[in-house]
């Protein structure tokens, strides 16, 4: 093998553990939401495994709206 494969390997490797690692995270942080009953908690950690990036992306966009942010946490005005 040659240098470039062996880089393409290693990031191939990397990215599979970020994914797994965000995974597991996401997993977790699913079972540990208060708000969620459990046909939901079912139904976040098959889209998981499904669509394993995917879902992680789609979970950290919708987790602000179930603690109740809404569209963002609102500035104070200070002056």
């Known amino acids: 093998m040659e240098a ?3 880089i393409l390997a290693l990031l191939a490797g990397l990215s599979a553990v970020f994914v797994m690692g965000a ?3 996401a997993i977790f ?3 540990r939401q208060d ?3 459990q046909t939901s908690r ?3 950690v098959l889209l998981f495994f499904v669509m394993p990036l995917f879902g992680v992306v789609v979970w950290l966009y919708a987790k602000p709206r179930l603690a109740g ?3 963002g946490m609102r ?3 200070t002056l």
């Open 69 to 71: 942010l809404g569209t």
């Open 42 to 44: 079912v139904i976040w």
């Open 35 to 37: 708000r969620l009953d």
């Open 4 to 6: 470039w494969e062996w």
């Open 29 to 31: 942080d699913v079972v």
């Open 23 to 25: 995974n597991i995270w």
């Open 75 to 77: 500035l104070r005005k």
